[in-house]
Structures are given as C-alpha cells and as structure tokens.
C-alpha cells in the first residue's frame, strides 16, 4: 500500500513540476527522471512484471522528450535545448 502512496505521489509532483516554467523543470525533473525507473523496479517486484511494463509504457510517455535528448546525447549528437 505504500508504494501505491508514493507512485501517487510521484505522479502529483511531475504533474506539478509539468506546469512551472521550463526554465525550472530542469533540476525536479532531473530528480523525477532518476526516481521514475527505481519506482518501475519496487512495482515489478511487488506487483509483477505486466504493471511494471505498463509503468514503463506511461514513463516513457511522460519523459518522452528529456529521454530522446538524452539518447541523442549518447549517440554524439548535439540537439538544441529548447529556449
């Protein structure tokens, strides 16, 4: 039931963290970013691995433009960042 509480909670802050300016959703959502696949893990093990996969799909959904920068990062690209 706890971690039922604290996805909650996760869920809460990026929905809030999505509303400031972008200017200041670097750090939270860096933080979210980093907390979002250790949260994955806890609900693939408590849960199993089908709500884990679904937590994932929404994830990937939420953080879809931070993680094609960062995957463009690793393949020695250079994108902008948005002004």
């Known amino acids: 039931m706890t971690l039922l509480w604290i996805c909650v ?6 929905a809030g963290i999505a509303v ?4 200041q959703q670097f750090l939270p959502g860096a933080f979210l970013l ?3 696949p250790l949260l994955i ?4 093990f408590q849960v199993g691995w089908f709500m884990a996969l679904l937590a ?3 994830f990937g959904s939420m953080f879809r ?6 995957w463009a ?7 902008a960042l948005p002004q």
């Open 20 to 23: 400031l300016p972008l200017r």
């Open 41 to 44: 893990l806890l609900i693939a």
């Open 65 to 70: 433009n931070p993680l094609m920068f960062l």
């Open 34 to 36: 980093l907390t979002g």
């Open 9 to 14: 909670l996760w869920v809460f802050a990026s």
């Open 56 to 58: 994932l799909a929404a």
């Open 73 to 79: 990062k690793l393949r020695g690209q250079n994108p």
